[in-house]
Every structure is written in structure tokens, then in C-alpha cells.
């Protein structure tokens, strides 16, 4: 038998996940709120972008297509002007030399920091504890101050050189800074959350987005070292879209510009991709559009009761309803027509999304005619 309990703490999340919603949704269809925005599925295309080497790579990809207007990406950046050592020159110098290119990334990608000024330095200096808890805070902010020089706008989003992100300090850190997202090598395969740690929640207001991997590779370097072939990873990319779809959730899938030239044809899963969202079946957009959401999602106080033979559904957030989805069985219908809703369908239930911004809610459902 399946520890999923440590499993989901230690390694990977999805078995527990999954367990939980086939027997709550598929089994006993028991009412529910998405933490989707609208009820659609979402993708978080999330690159690294570590160092001069990506200079190259970002020109490429914008010349060929791989950056797409209806896409946000979220492109997260290590700004120092070294990699490995002081003074090696390697790194992607997003205050000078780099500069033109973070503004060319920024067109399509929401910009957040990678790391602490350096890449490799910033992440083994962390193993090897060279660097204390304020150490790590003031050079995560020097990353910060120079993205934000060029962006123009706070930096919100996170991601860990070499996955190097210690609990709770670095979420900790984030949280004191004002970050809302980063990227997560811990609860593999799950959607965003509010990561534990030790038993304990490790921040209420940083939101951890977890990386999907395909077998036991994460970015398409790790999948080209590994050898797997181009057919095979567009095979798991293209059911990772139509899984996001199904399922109504959503997952993050990370890279590296310079990794395109290894699969060049992943553009094809770029493009199907705009073309799900064209059509309203997915939201591919940044880690802090969700993270938004998911924020004002949990502010949401509902209540499902039935009452005298009657489902009555409660719902109120000062911050807005708009985009908050419902899922209510098949068995009952809404008694009244209501312009503030959407409703869509599917085998086990009918999906309610709230369209206004309106503050609180208040639906009735009966049970369907048996003979109808």
C-alpha cells in the first residue's frame, strides 16, 4: 500500500491529489468551488533564464516564434554580471549589457527574479552555508531592485537557482518581500498551492507553483541528457494541454530559452496551446495572474446547505466574486435564470461561473425530475 501521506509531503503530490478528487468528484459528485479562474484549466509556461548564454537564445526564439503575444509567459531572470565567480563574466548582466534583452522578454512574459544576483554562486553558496538568512534576503533584493529599474513594476515572482529554495527561509524571505509566486521543486506534479513543511504551513500568502515533470526530468535539458526523443516529448507535452483542459486545473511546465535548439519543435506545443486559448478552452498565462487568483479565491466564504428538499449555495468575498466557478451534480438544476452566470457542463456536473464582480451570492438548486 501507497504511503500517499508521505509521499505527497517528500516527493510527489499527484497520487494523494488524485485519489482525493476521484473519490470526491467522480465518485460522490459532492458540490465544490474550482480554484480555476472561470472553471478553465490553466498552463504556466515558466523559463530560466540564467546567464549571457541566453542572449543568443532570446533572439532566436523571438525571431522564430516561440514567444507569442497571446501567451504570458513567466520569465524569470538571475541579473548579476557573473555566474560562477566574481568576475567570470558569464552572467546575464540584466542592468547593462542584458538590458535590451529583458526588454524584449518582458513584451510577453511577466519578469520575476531568479535567484540572487548570480546563478551558480547564488544556489552553492546556499548548500555549502556560506550565506546567512539575511544574506539571502539582500541578494534576492539586489535581483529585485535591477529587474524592477527596467520593468518598471514590483517583481512578484520567484524561482530558485538549481532548485535550491530551503523551508521555510527562502518562502519566509519571499513573503517579507512582497513576493506572491515562485516556482517549486517540492509537491512534483501538484497544482499551486500553499506548500507544508515539517507538518506546518509554510506562508498563507505565497503561493508555491510546482514543477511537472516528465518521468524523472524536469526542464528539456534534463529530458535531452536523458535522450528522450523530440515525438516522445511532444506526446507528453500535448497530453499535459488536454490534461489541464479535462481536469480544470492547473500546472506549470519550466525550461531554459537556450534548451530550444535541443527541441526545436516544441513551438508546435507553443502554438497549440494559443490556439486552446483562442477558443476559451485554457489560460496559459504568468505564475502571478494565478497566484492572483488563488489569493482572492481563498478569501471566499461558502456555505452548501440543503434545505427543505433544496441545495442553497451562499457565497461572499469583499474582494469580488468574478471568475469563481461552482460545481454542482447533474441532479439539480438551478430554479432560476440568473444574468450574472455562465453555466457549462459535463458527464458529472454543471459548471456555474460567476461573471460580475459582484460581492455575495446567493443560489437555489432542486433536484432534477427523475423521469426527465
Not at 110 to 139: D, V
Request: with cysteine.
Amino acid at each position: 500500500m501507497l504511503p500517499l501521506g508521505y509521499i505527497k509531503a517528500y516527493s510527489d503530490d499527484l497520487p494523494l491529489r488524485s485519489v482525493i478528487r476521484t473519490f470526491l468528484f467522480k465518485v460522490l459528485n459532492i458540490p465544490h468551488l474550482l480554484n480555476t479562474p472561470y472553471g478553465i484549466g490553466g498552463l504556466i509556461i515558466n523559463f530560466h533564464i540564467d546567464s549571457s548564454i541566453d542572449w543568443k537564445s532570446i533572439s532566436y526564439m523571438i525571431e522564430r516564434g516561440y514567444f507569442v503575444k497571446d501567451l504570458q509567459f513567466s520569465s524569470h531572470i538571475t541579473a548579476g554580471d557573473f555566474r560562477d565567480i566574481p568576475g567570470d563574466k558569464l552572467g546575464f548582466d540584466a542592468c547593462n549589457k542584458g538590458r535590451n534583452y529583458v526588454k524584449m522578454v518582458m513584451l510577453y512574459s511577466e519578469i520575476g527574479s531568479h535567484g540572487g544576483w548570480a546563478h551558480n554562486w547564488f544556489s552553492e553558496g546556499i548548500l555549502k552555508g556560506k550565506f546567512s538568512k539575511k544574506e539571502i534576503e539582500e541578494y534576492i533584493k539586489k535581483n529585485n531592485r535591477c529587474l524592477e529599474s527596467i520593468t518598471g513594476y514590483k517583481i512578484r515572482e520567484y524561482s530558485a537557482p538549481n532548485g535550491v529554495h530551503p523551508q521555510p527561509d527562502t518562502t519566509e524571505i519571499l513573503e517579507k518581500l512582497g513576493m506572491i509566486a515562485y516556482y517549486y521543486t517540492g509537491d512534483s506534479g501538484s497544482s499551486p498551492n500553499r506548500t507544508f513543511f515539517n507538518g506546518k504551513m509554510v506562508s498563507s500568502r505565497v503561493i508555491a507553483f510546482p514543477i511537472t515533470p516528465f518521468e524523472q526530468n524536469a526542464s528539456l535539458f534534463e529530458m535531452w541528457r536523458a535522450g528522450i526523443k523530440e515525438e516522445k516529448l511532444e506526446n507528453f507535452l500535448f497530453k499535459l494541454l488536454r490534461y489541464v483542459i479535462k481536469e480544470k486545473t492547473v500546472r506549470l511546465f519550466y525550461s531554459h530559452p537556450y534548451d530550444i535548439f535541443n527541441y526545436p519543435k516544441i513551438k508546435k506545443f507553443i502554438n497549440e496551446a494559443s490556439k486552446m486559448k483562442r477558443i476559451g478552452l485554457i489560460k496559459v498565462e504568468s505564475m502571478s495572474y494565478f497566484a492572483d487568483f488563488f489569493l482572492r479565491f481563498l478569501n471566499t466564504k461558502y456555505i452548501f446547505e440543503i434545505k427543505h428538499g433544496l441545495l442553497e449555495v451562499k457565497l461572499e468575498n469583499t474582494q469580488g466574486l468574478e471568475g469563481i466557478t461552482l460545481a454542482i451534480s447533474k441532479k439539480y438544476k438551478l430554479l432560476s435564470d440568473h444574468f450574472l452566470l455562465t453555466i457549462k457542463l459535463d458527464k458529472n456536473y454543471n459548471y456555474i461561473t460567476i461573471n460580475k464582480d459582484v460581492k455575495n451570492l446567493k443560489l437555489t438548486f432542486s433536484l432534477k425530475d427523475e423521469k426527465n
